[in-house]
């Protein structure tokens, strides 16, 4: 029987009845200047069906040609991914229709992947290392795109018809699968989420691919099975396809986990499927039957020859690897001088290489680190999106340093600035200008509103007298609000003392 529920269980019960069988399947995009077997360019952006070549469009009478920088980035990722590099290797054609494969079918590898049997080590938020095997890292092209007209929802599902553009065919592709992983528990969707994260800066890392996951250069297929407590059968598995955040990933196992736990405990069978993820109700639709790699009917790929490698060419790959990102992330600690707390919180943020370019555009480790992990994050909290997706630059970030520095304006003030910035409304000082937002430091309107403030607050003023300083931030607090914010609150404390007769 099928299922046929929409209920979920929750999490937590989930977790009491049933162990989680994981498997992930990450699309890297690379970022080569041409296309896997043609020599059309390998662009993002450019009007559609502009980038494309008779090999793209599977033309009669055209001939792939293998790119050898993609065969090189593949490499370099499995070396990267600790893998075994296969001596000779197979390109293959992947048998099926679709509008976005005007061949008909897909050139892959299948029986004889370039990098196989390697391993990723993957550390949790709170420290935990859980070591994910990777059974094998192929090439092959990606697809055309397809934009759904007419519906609701830009989905297949309600549209009245489809667009198709190919400039995405034939761009190059790893595909790296990991083997089944069991034993993450209820930490299963945290798993997932730092799982592709890895993939994504191994990748970045590389200068392989450009991995923003928005423009799709990085997409995951995650794989959801369960087994009851105390059996060692893999269920049967569901494939939620093309999830394009990190944020998504963990959101749609976790659902994923509850709605194949609400199926089985229906006494329901789970239906081995594709299915889609919609950000919007943090949920999946099923999508069509998954297929089987003997539905593909693949075949050797006539038209190209093997991929030899050779260990000189290995080696000299791997001599092109940079800096381990473990290794990174030690050095990129100390040099910034952040605590094992504060630098676990900027790696689980995702703001490890934002703060790294917001240092290299001119801010100090401690700026950059104030306004990513503050005032960014509360943003992209608020409009669930990651922080680096919020729309700010390094050199904002830099720009508004440096006006605080100067005294223009006050750390309040600066996020006023920003929203003006985000808002269209001009460059920082344009914003200042614009909003009446610099900060007063002109002695008579202080001395006014702190005379005020004394008058308001007598009690306090005699506490300053009598040697209770600390007692001056009441006093502030008042003279900033009146002066919603614009005031120079250093100024403001030297005035508020001279004007009571104490020593700061």
């Known amino acids: 029987m099928t299922a046929v529920t929409d209920e979920i269980l929750s999490f937590d019960e989930a977790m009491e009845k049933y162990d989680p069988v994981l498997g992930f399947e990450v699309h890297v995009e690379l ?81 004889d ?62 595909e790296i699968v990991t083997k089944p992983i069991v034993g993450a528990g209820s930490r299963a969707p945290e798993l997932a989420r730092a799982y592709v994260a890895a993939i994504r800066e191994i990748v970045k890392n590389l200068g392989v691919s450009d991995a923003r996951m928005e423009r ?82 693949y075949f050797p790929e006539p038209d190209l ?72 994050s509360r943003r992209a909290k608020e409009a669930e999106v990651d922080p680096v997706d919020v729309g700010v630059s390094p050199e904002l970030i830099v720009e508004l340093d440096k006006l605080v520095q100067a005294g223009k304006i006050n750390d309040k003030l600066a996020r006023q600035v920003l929203d003006g910035v985000l808002a269209g409304e001009g460059t920082p000082e344009e914003v200042i200008e614009k909003r009446g937002l610099a900060v007063v430091s002109d002695d008579g309107p202080l001395l006014e509103a702190i005379d005020a403030a004394l008058a308001a607050q007598p009690d306090v003023a005699e506490k300053i007298r009598g040697g209770k300083v600390q007692a001056a931030g009441a006093i502030v607090g008042g003279v900033m609000k009146a002066t919603r914010g614009q005031a120079d609150a250093g100024r403001v404390r030297e005035l508020i003392f001279e004007r009571l007769g104490v020593q700061g």
């Open 305 to 376: 020859v093997p991929v030899v490698t050779t260990p000189e060419w290995i080696e000299e790959l791997r001599g092109r690897l940079p800096e381990p990102p473990a290794e990174r992330r030690k050095r990129l600690k100390a040099a910034w001088g952040y605590s094992d707390a504060e630098f676990r919180d900027v790696v689980n943020a995702g703001v490890m290489d934002a703060i790294e370019d917001t240092i290299a555009a001119g801010a100090s480790a401690a700026v950059a680190r104030k306004w990513w992990m503050g005032e960014i």
């Open 113 to 174: 992947p370039i990098c196989y049997d390697g391993y990723l080590d993957i550390e949790l938020e709170d420290g935990e290392v859980f070591r994910v095997e990777i059974e094998r890292a192929h090439m092959e092209e990606d697809a055309g795109k397809l934009t759904h007209m007419g519906g609701a929802t830009g989905r297949i599902q309600g549209a009245e018809y489809s667009l198709v553009d190919y400039n995405r065919a034939g761009v190059p592709l790893v």
């Open 216 to 297: 799709g250069n990085v997409r995951c297929d995650a794989n959801v099975s369960l087994m009851p407590k105390g059996t060692t059968e893999f269920g049967i598995r569901s494939e939620t396809k093309n999830v394009n955040s990190l944020r998504s990933v963990e959101r749609a196992v976790r659902f994923e986990i509850q709605r194949h736990a609400a199926v089985l405990d229906a006494g329901q069978k789970v239906t081995q499927e594709t299915r889609h993820w919609h950000e919007d109700t943090r949920s999946t639709t099923s999508g069509r039957p998954k297929s089987d790699a003997d539905d593909y009917r």
């Open 31 to 111: 970022n080569t200047k041409t296309k896997m077997f043609s020599a059309a360019p390998n662009v993002f952006g450019d009007e559609p069906n502009t980038a494309v070549s008779p090999v793209d469009l599977g033309l009669p009478g055209v001939l792939p040609v293998v790119n050898k920088a993609a065969v090189e980035y593949s490499i370099m990722i499995g070396l990267a991914l600790n893998c075994k590099i296969a001596e000779s290797c197979f390109f293959a054609r992947k048998n099926y229709f679709y509008p976005d494969t005007p061949k008909n079918f897909q050139t892959s590898q299948y029986e």
